[in-house]
Protein backbone atom coordinates (compact mmCIF):
# COMPACT_ATOMS: atom_id res chain seq x y z
CA UNK A 1 0.00 0.00 0.00
CA UNK A 2 1.28 3.49 -0.90
CA UNK A 3 0.47 6.14 1.16
CA UNK A 4 0.87 9.51 -0.27
CA UNK A 5 0.51 12.26 2.47
CA UNK A 6 0.35 15.32 0.13
CA UNK A 7 -3.22 14.51 0.29
CA UNK A 8 -3.10 15.93 3.68
CA UNK A 9 -3.63 13.92 6.48
CA UNK A 10 -3.78 10.10 6.30
CA UNK A 11 -6.62 8.19 7.87
CA UNK A 12 -5.73 5.91 10.73
CA UNK A 13 -5.73 2.64 9.61
CA UNK A 14 -6.30 0.18 12.06
CA UNK A 15 -6.59 -3.81 12.56
CA UNK A 16 -5.45 -4.62 9.09
CA UNK A 17 -3.66 -7.54 7.65
CA UNK A 18 -0.90 -7.45 5.04
CA UNK A 19 -0.59 -10.80 3.80
CA UNK A 20 2.24 -11.93 1.12
CA UNK A 21 2.66 -8.51 -0.05
CA UNK A 22 5.20 -8.39 -2.89
CA UNK A 23 7.06 -5.79 -1.69
CA UNK A 24 6.69 -2.44 1.54
CA UNK A 25 3.49 -3.63 3.11
CA UNK A 26 3.15 0.15 3.60
CA UNK A 27 5.47 2.85 2.28
CA UNK A 28 4.72 6.67 2.96
CA UNK A 29 5.99 9.03 0.31
CA UNK A 30 5.16 13.12 -0.45
CA UNK A 31 4.58 14.10 3.26
CA UNK A 32 3.60 17.47 3.65
CA UNK A 33 3.55 19.60 6.76
CA UNK A 34 0.93 18.31 8.93
CA UNK A 35 0.79 14.78 7.40
CA UNK A 36 -0.39 12.28 10.48
CA UNK A 37 1.03 8.44 10.27
CA UNK A 38 -1.29 6.41 12.67
CA UNK A 39 -0.77 2.46 12.61
CA UNK A 40 -2.96 0.32 15.08
CA UNK A 41 -2.86 -3.57 15.65
CA UNK A 42 -1.93 -4.37 12.10
CA UNK A 43 -0.71 -7.30 11.20
CA UNK A 44 1.97 -7.83 8.32
CA UNK A 45 2.93 -11.01 7.45
CA UNK A 46 5.61 -12.08 4.89
CA UNK A 47 6.33 -8.55 2.81
CA UNK A 48 8.54 -9.09 0.48
CA UNK A 49 10.21 -5.92 1.54
CA UNK A 50 9.72 -3.89 4.80
CA UNK A 51 6.40 -4.44 6.91
CA UNK A 52 6.43 -0.74 6.56
CA UNK A 53 9.36 1.97 5.09
CA UNK A 54 8.91 5.31 5.69
CA UNK A 55 10.31 6.74 2.18
CA UNK A 56 9.20 10.28 3.03
CA UNK A 57 8.89 10.84 7.15
CA UNK A 58 5.23 12.19 8.18
CA UNK A 59 4.82 15.12 10.39
CA UNK A 60 4.28 12.68 13.21
CA UNK A 61 3.13 9.07 13.55
CA UNK A 62 2.19 6.35 16.06
CA UNK A 63 2.88 2.60 14.97
CA UNK A 64 1.16 0.75 17.94
CA UNK A 65 0.32 -2.76 19.27
CA UNK A 66 1.07 -4.66 15.49
CA UNK A 67 2.93 -7.62 14.52
CA UNK A 68 5.41 -8.01 12.04
CA UNK A 69 6.42 -11.33 10.75
CA UNK A 70 8.59 -12.78 8.38
CA UNK A 71 8.80 -9.74 6.19
CA UNK A 72 12.11 -9.60 3.49
CA UNK A 73 14.21 -6.72 5.03
CA UNK A 74 12.91 -5.19 8.67
CA UNK A 75 9.54 -4.99 10.72
CA UNK A 76 9.86 -1.02 10.42
CA UNK A 77 12.22 0.89 7.87
CA UNK A 78 12.73 4.88 8.30
CA UNK A 79 14.66 5.07 4.93
CA UNK A 80 14.39 8.62 4.98
CA UNK A 81 16.84 8.45 8.23
CA UNK A 82 15.62 11.95 8.99
CA UNK A 83 13.16 13.12 12.48
CA UNK A 84 13.04 9.72 13.61
CA UNK A 85 11.99 10.95 16.46
CA UNK A 86 8.68 11.85 15.10
CA UNK A 87 7.77 8.52 15.25
CA UNK A 88 6.30 6.21 18.33
CA UNK A 89 6.72 2.71 18.61
CA UNK A 90 5.12 1.10 21.15
CA UNK A 91 4.18 -2.58 22.01
CA UNK A 92 4.65 -3.73 18.96
CA UNK A 93 5.58 -7.84 18.33
CA UNK A 94 8.62 -8.45 15.75
CA UNK A 95 8.96 -12.27 14.22
CA UNK A 96 11.98 -13.76 11.84
CA UNK A 97 12.25 -9.70 9.51
CA UNK A 98 15.16 -11.06 7.20
CA UNK A 99 17.05 -7.86 8.07
CA UNK A 100 15.91 -7.59 11.92
CA UNK A 101 12.98 -5.38 13.84
CA UNK A 102 13.58 -1.64 12.93
CA UNK A 103 16.40 0.95 11.24
CA UNK A 104 16.66 4.47 10.73
CA UNK A 105 15.87 5.67 14.46
CA UNK A 106 19.00 6.28 15.73
CA UNK A 107 18.71 6.47 19.66
CA UNK A 108 14.95 6.61 19.66
CA UNK A 109 13.57 3.19 20.82
CA UNK A 110 10.56 1.87 20.74
CA UNK A 111 8.34 1.07 23.42
CA UNK A 112 7.66 -2.35 24.91
CA UNK A 113 8.79 -3.81 22.10
CA UNK A 114 8.51 -7.73 22.17
CA UNK A 115 10.16 -9.93 19.76
CA UNK A 116 9.12 -14.10 19.28
CA UNK A 117 11.33 -16.84 18.70
CA UNK A 118 8.00 -18.87 17.24
CA UNK A 119 5.70 -17.58 14.48
CA UNK A 120 3.42 -15.48 16.50
CA UNK A 121 0.11 -16.37 14.40
CA UNK A 122 -1.84 -19.72 14.36
CA UNK A 123 -1.80 -20.29 10.74
CA UNK A 124 -0.47 -17.60 8.69
CA UNK A 125 0.44 -19.73 5.68
CA UNK A 126 -3.34 -20.64 5.77
CA UNK A 127 -4.26 -17.06 6.32
CA UNK A 128 -5.24 -17.46 9.67
CA UNK A 129 -3.69 -14.64 11.71
CA UNK A 130 -5.07 -15.16 15.41
CA UNK A 131 -2.12 -14.58 17.42
CA UNK A 132 -0.80 -17.90 19.40
CA UNK A 133 -1.37 -17.66 23.17
CA UNK A 134 2.03 -18.44 23.92
CA UNK A 135 3.00 -15.59 21.92
CA UNK A 136 5.28 -12.96 23.97
CA UNK A 137 3.63 -10.06 23.47
CA UNK A 138 0.39 -12.06 24.76
CA UNK A 139 2.58 -13.79 27.46
CA UNK A 140 4.07 -10.65 28.83
CA UNK A 141 0.83 -8.40 28.59
CA UNK A 142 2.03 -6.06 26.16
CA UNK A 143 0.01 -3.08 25.08
CA UNK A 144 -3.12 -4.08 23.53
CA UNK A 145 -2.84 -7.61 23.97
CA UNK A 146 -2.66 -8.10 20.03
CA UNK A 147 -6.75 -9.36 19.42
CA UNK A 148 -7.25 -6.94 16.52
CA UNK A 149 -6.77 -9.14 13.60
Do not use: W
Not at 14 to 28: K, L, S, V
Not at 49 to 61: D, H, K, V
Amino acid sequence: MLLDAAIGHLPPITDCIFDNCGDDGIETVNSTAGAVLILLGCSFYSCGGNGINIGTMPAAGLIANCIFSQSGAYGINNSSGSNSGNIQRIGNLFYSNSSGTENGFGDTPSLAQQTDSADPYVDAANHDFTPKSTSNAIANAAPGLFEGP
